[in-house]
């Protein structure tokens, strides 16, 4: 199968600039590498401009205007544009293990999705992280919490069953999906502006359709580095899209990916 590694940014090249570097440290590459950029500036086109010029992977940059928090619609216009089979969804501020796409394709299976956990980069390790450019980690690491996230251990990440309800886990800087059961679903509700609950309303749409989720634990790790807290002040209404979905056992947005394809 073809792989689509999605990344989504907004104005923070140094953390994206990271992710890149764990990007061309994969030990299994995907076919083509997708960035969704909320209306960055030019500093971070300039950066993802010279990754072009070092990795031999197709890499497509999507970018719309900056008109505030728009995730859901740069991802469905990032999707839109993919030419892989499968999608391997992170945040512009996650370094990758080296592993990290092997695990996520060896895991993948009809009929199901994945969602995995994430290491915490702590605050105060910041500086030093970005003045090393460091991108390798583990479970020793300094400058990191959740440290048992940091393990890969195969034997235990083969525990895990897939299940029709919805994890409290779920984080959209770590998932994955086959692209058709994305867009049988219309994708991400564009309703959605603002932080919060867009990845998880998505994830409801495909469990009410039928496809399972699978928590990818001891595989799939990322490293999320620490930044401030977004904006939340429409949490309250998109926390009341997503009880309207679950309650109507809703399958298909109105306003999604269908407009790109």
């Not at 959209?172 to 999906?177: A, E, F, I, T």
């Not at 994305?182 to 994708?187: H, K, L, Q, R, S």
């Not at 495909?206 to 799939?220: D, H, I, P, Q």
């Amino acid at each position: 199968m073809k792989t689509s590694l999605l990344i989504s940014t907004y104005n923070w090249p140094e953390a994206l600039d990271l992710v890149l570097k764990s990007a061309a440290a994969q030990s299994v590459q995907p076919f083509e590498i997708l960035i969704a950029d909320d209306g960055s500036k030019d500093e971070t086109k300039d950066l993802i401009e010279a990754f072009k010029n070092r990795t031999t992977t197709t890499l497509k940059h999507i970018w719309h205007e900056d008109k505030g928090f728009r995730r859901s619609k740069i991802l469905n216009k990032a999707i839109a544009a993919a030419a892989g089979d499968y999608i391997i969804q992170i945040d512009g501020d996650c370094i990758m293990h080296p592993d990290f796409v092997k695990d996520h394709i060896a895991h993948s299976a009809g009929g199901q999705f994945l969602f995995g956990s994430r290491v915490n980069i702590q605050e105060a390790y910041l500086k030093e992280l970005f003045k090393k450019e460091r991108i390798n980690f583990n479970f020793f690491s300094k400058g990191i919490k959740k440290r048992t996230r940091a393990l890969r251990i195969s034997i235990l990440a083969d525990l895990y069953k897939t299940s029709p309800i919805l994890s409290k886990k779920l984080r959209g800087c770590n998932l994955s999906y086959w692209r058709n059961d994305f867009i049988a679903i219309n994708g991400y509700n564009e309703n959605f502006e603002g932080w919060g609950r867009e990845d998880s309303e998505m994830a409801i749409r495909m469990l009410n359709s039928g496809v399972l989720g699978k928590r990818l634990r001891y595989s799939g790790i990322v490293y999320h580095i620490w930044h401030l807290v977004k904006d939340q002040s429409r949490f309250e209404i998109n926390d009341s899209l997503q009880k309207e979905t679950q309650e109507n056992k809703v399958k298909w947005c109105k306003k999604g990916i269908d407009a790109y394809l």
